[in-house]
C-alpha cells in the first residue's frame, strides 16, 4: 500500500502523479543521454526544464483525466450511499421508506472494473436490504394480522389468505391437529381437501416436524388434489409449538419455490403457530365455559346462542330444523329417596343415553336442572318424532345401581320443527316445544308429544 499524505485520496492521487512526472522530467535526460544523446543537448537548463515541465504536465493531465473518468462514478456511489443511509435512518422512527426504492437507488454499473464490481456490490446490497424490508414488513403484517384473532375459523381463513398472498401459491390447505386426527381448517383451490389428511407426506411432515417438498416435471398431471393447474412444487410444512405438533399448511404452486420463499415460510411457520396455539386454547377455555361438567351438554347461555345460529342458518337455507323439549320424569322423588350424588348419576347415564341416539351435528342444551333441549339441525317434524322416540325409549331401558338397587327413569319428551311450525324466531320455536312436553307430563309422562 502506497504511504498518504493526507485524508484525501484526490489529494494523494495528485501529490504522487505530479511528483512521479516531475521525477520522470528530472530523469529523462539521463536516460535520453543512455540512449546516445550528446551530453551537451541533453544536460543543459533548458533541456531539464522541458522535461520536468513535460512531466509536471503529464502528472497533471493523468490527474485531471482520474477526475473526470473516476471520481465522477465514486461521487454517484457515494451519494446513493447517502441516499440509502437517510432512508434508513428515516426508516427506522418513520416506516417511510419511499424516498429510496429499489429502482432509484441502484447505480450504473458500466465497467468491468473495480469501479463497476463495487457498483455491482453496492446494487446487491441495496437488493438485498429490501428484500429484508420487505420480508420484515411481510412477518410484521403476518404476526400483527393473526395475533389479534382468536377465532380459529376467522384465523385459519387470514393464515392461509397471506401464506398465498406472501408465496404466490395457488393452492393451499390448512389441517389441524385434534387426538391424532387431522381436520381441514382452510382450504383453497383444493377440489377434495379431507383427501390431504391421509396423504403420507402430510403425516410424515406431522411424525418428524420437517417440511415436505414434491417437486413434479411440468408433464405429469395430478389427479383428485388440485384443480385449474398442474403444480409444480407442493410444500407440506408442520405447525407446532414448544415442539407440540398442531397442525400442517400445505401450499402448491405451479412454479418451484424460491429460497426467499422458504425462508420466508419458516418465519410465519412460528408467528401462525404461535397464533394457532393461542386460538386453539381459546377455543379450549370457550368448550369448556360452553358445556355443563355433569352431562356434557351445552350449558343454557351457550346453548341458547347456538340455537339461534341454527335459526338463521335453517331460514337462510330453507332447510329444516328440529327442537326436543325433554325432561326427567319424578326426578325429584329420586334426589329424595337416594340423594343428590345418585341423581347427579342419573343424569349423566340420561345424557349418555342420548347422546347414543343423536346425529352427528345434533346439539343437546342442559336447559334446566332436569330438563334438556335438543337441537335437530335439518330434521323435520317426522325425523324428530322417530328420533325422539328412540330417546325415550334408550333413557327407559337405562338403569342406574345405587347398591342392590337398580333404578329405573323414564323422561317425557316435546317435539316441533321449523318451517312446518311457522315461526318467527327461535324462542317461539321452544315454546311449542316445552308446551307439548307439559302435554306429554300431563298425559301420563313417558311419551313423546308432537306439537299441534
Given at each position: 500500500m502506497m504511504p498518504r499524505f493526507t485524508k484525501k485520496l484526490f489529494t494523494d492521487l495528485a501529490i504522487w502523479m505530479i511528483g512521479f512526472g516531475l521525477l520522470n522530467g528530472a530523469l529523462f535526460?539521463?536516460?535520453?543521454?543512455?540512449?546516445?544523446?550528446?551530453?551537451?543537448?541533453?544536460?543543459?537548463?533548458?533541456f531539464w526544464a522541458a522535461t520536468i515541465t513535460a512531466g509536471l504536465a503529464a502528472g497533471i493531465i493523468n490527474y485531471t483525466l482520474a477526475m473526470l473518468v473516476v471520481r465522477p462514478r465514486l461521487k454517484i456511489?457515494?451519494?446513493?450511499?447517502?441516499?440509502?443511509?437517510?432512508?434508513?435512518?428515516?426508516?427506522?422512527f418513520t416506516g417511510n421508506w419511499s424516498n429510496c426504492s429499489e429502482e432509484v437507488c441502484r447505480v450504473k454499473a458500466d465497467s468491468d472494473d473495480e469501479i463497476g464490481e463495487s457498483s455491482r456490490a453496492f446494487n446487491?446490497?441495496?437488493k438485498a436490504l429490501f428484500q429484508a424490508h420487505k420480508i420484515e414488513t411481510a412477518v410484521n403484517v403476518f404476526s400483527k394480522t393473526l395475533s389479534s384473532q382468536l377465532e380459529l375459523d376467522v384465523l385459519s381463513r387470514q393464515a392461509l389468505d397471506l401464506f398465498l398472498q406472501y408465496t404466490d401459491a395457488m393452492a393451499g390447505a390448512i389441517l389441524i391437529e385434534s387426538a391424532g386426527e387431522l381436520t381441514i381448517a382452510a382450504h383453497h383451490g383444493i377440489s377434495e381437501p379431507k383427501k390431504l389428511a391421509n396423504s403420507d407426506h402430510v403425516r410424515q411432515a406431522l411424525r418428524t416436524h420437517k417440511c415436505q417438498r414434491i417437486a413434479f416435471p411440468k408433464d405429469i398431471k395430478i389427479e383428485a388434489i388440485l384443480v385449474d393447474f398442474n403444480p409444480q412444487e407442493i410444500i407440506v410444512i408442520p405447525l407446532e409449538f414448544k415442539n407440540t405438533p398442531l397442525g400442517i399448511i400445505v401450499l402448491a404452486a405451479n412454479k418451484i419455490f424460491d429460497q426467499d420463499v422458504t425462508r420466508l415460510l419458516q418465519l410465519f411457520r412460528h408467528s401462525f403457530g404461535l397464533a394457532l396455539n393461542n386460538a386453539l386454547a381459546h377455543s379450549n377455555l370457550q368448550r369448556i365455559a360452553a358445556l355443563?361438567?355433569?352431562?356434557?351438554?351445552?350449558?343454557?347461555?351457550?346453548?341458547?346462542?347456538?340455537?339461534?345460529?341454527?335459526f338463521n342458518r335453517a331460514i337462510r337455507s330453507d332447510t329444516a330444523l328440529g327442537i326436543i323439549m325433554m325432561d326427567i320424569d319424578h326426578f325429584k322423588s329420586i334426589n329424595d329417596t337416594y340423594g343428590h350424588l345418585v341423581g347427579d348419576r342419573v343424569l349423566g347415564q340420561i345424557a349418555e343415553s342420548t347422546y347414543r341416539a343423536l346425529r352427528e351435528g345434533d346439539l343437546m342444551v342442559r336447559y334446566g336442572g332436569e330438563e334438556f333441549l335438543i337441537i335437530l339441525p335439518g330434521a323435520s317434524r317426522a325425523n324428530s318424532l322417530q328420533l325422539g322416540e328412540r330417546v325415550r325409549r334408550l333413557i327407559a331401558e337405562t338403569t342406574v345401581k345405587d347398591g342392590e338397587q337398580s333404578i329405573h327413569f323414564t323422561a317425557s319428551l316435546g317435539i316441533?320443527?321449523?318451517?312446518?311450525?311457522?315461526?318467527?324466531?327461535?324462542?317461539?320455536?321452544?315454546?311449542?316445544?316445552?308446551?307439548?312436553?307439559?302435554?306429554?307430563?300431563?298425559?301420563?309422562?313417558?311419551?313423546?308429544?308432537?306439537?299441534?
Amino acid at each position: 500500500m502506497m504511504p498518504r499524505f493526507t485524508k484525501k485520496l484526490f489529494t494523494d492521487l495528485a501529490i504522487w502523479m505530479i511528483g512521479f512526472g516531475l521525477l520522470n522530467g528530472a530523469l529523462f535526460p539521463f536516460f535520453a543521454y543512455g540512449l546516445g544523446m550528446e551530453a551537451k543537448q541533453v544536460f543543459t537548463i533548458t533541456f531539464w526544464a522541458a522535461t520536468i515541465t513535460a512531466g509536471l504536465a503529464a502528472g497533471i493531465i493523468n490527474y485531471t483525466l482520474a477526475m473526470l473518468v473516476v471520481r465522477p462514478r465514486l461521487k454517484i456511489l457515494a451519494d446513493h450511499m447517502r441516499i440509502v443511509e437517510n432512508t434508513i435512518s428515516d426508516a427506522n422512527f418513520t416506516g417511510n421508506w419511499s424516498n429510496c426504492s429499489e429502482e432509484v437507488c441502484r447505480v450504473k454499473a458500466d465497467s468491468d472494473d473495480e469501479i463497476g464490481e463495487s457498483s455491482r456490490a453496492f446494487n446487491d446490497l441495496v437488493k438485498a436490504l429490501f428484500q429484508a424490508h420487505k420480508i420484515e414488513t411481510a412477518v410484521n403484517v403476518f404476526s400483527k394480522t393473526l395475533s389479534s384473532q382468536l377465532e380459529l375459523d376467522v384465523l385459519s381463513r387470514q393464515a392461509l389468505d397471506l401464506f398465498l398472498q406472501y408465496t404466490d401459491a395457488m393452492a393451499g390447505a390448512i389441517l389441524i391437529e385434534s387426538a391424532g386426527e387431522l381436520t381441514i381448517a382452510a382450504h383453497h383451490g383444493i377440489s377434495e381437501p379431507k383427501k390431504l389428511a391421509n396423504s403420507d407426506h402430510v403425516r410424515q411432515a406431522l411424525r418428524t416436524h420437517k417440511c415436505q417438498r414434491i417437486a413434479f416435471p411440468k408433464d405429469i398431471k395430478i389427479e383428485a388434489i388440485l384443480v385449474d393447474f398442474n403444480p409444480q412444487e407442493i410444500i407440506v410444512i408442520p405447525l407446532e409449538f414448544k415442539n407440540t405438533p398442531l397442525g400442517i399448511i400445505v401450499l402448491a404452486a405451479n412454479k418451484i419455490f424460491d429460497q426467499d420463499v422458504t425462508r420466508l415460510l419458516q418465519l410465519f411457520r412460528h408467528s401462525f403457530g404461535l397464533a394457532l396455539n393461542n386460538a386453539l386454547a381459546h377455543s379450549n377455555l370457550q368448550r369448556i365455559a360452553a358445556l355443563d361438567v355433569l352431562t356434557g351438554a351445552y350449558n343454557r347461555r351457550f346453548g341458547l346462542a347456538r340455537l339461534k345460529e341454527e335459526f338463521n342458518r335453517a331460514i337462510r337455507s330453507d332447510t329444516a330444523l328440529g327442537i326436543i323439549m325433554m325432561d326427567i320424569d319424578h326426578f325429584k322423588s329420586i334426589n329424595d329417596t337416594y340423594g343428590h350424588l345418585v341423581g347427579d348419576r342419573v343424569l349423566g347415564q340420561i345424557a349418555e343415553s342420548t347422546y347414543r341416539a343423536l346425529r352427528e351435528g345434533d346439539l343437546m342444551v342442559r336447559y334446566g336442572g332436569e330438563e334438556f333441549l335438543i337441537i335437530l339441525p335439518g330434521a323435520s317434524r317426522a325425523n324428530s318424532l322417530q328420533l325422539g322416540e328412540r330417546v325415550r325409549r334408550l333413557i327407559a331401558e337405562t338403569t342406574v345401581k345405587d347398591g342392590e338397587q337398580s333404578i329405573h327413569f323414564t323422561a317425557s319428551l316435546g317435539i316441533t320443527a321449523f318451517p312446518e311450525d311457522n315461526v318467527e324466531g327461535e324462542l317461539e320455536l321452544v315454546k311449542h316445544a316445552d308446551d307439548a312436553l307439559y302435554t306429554a307430563k300431563h298425559q301420563g309422562r313417558n311419551q313423546v308429544v308432537l306439537v299441534q
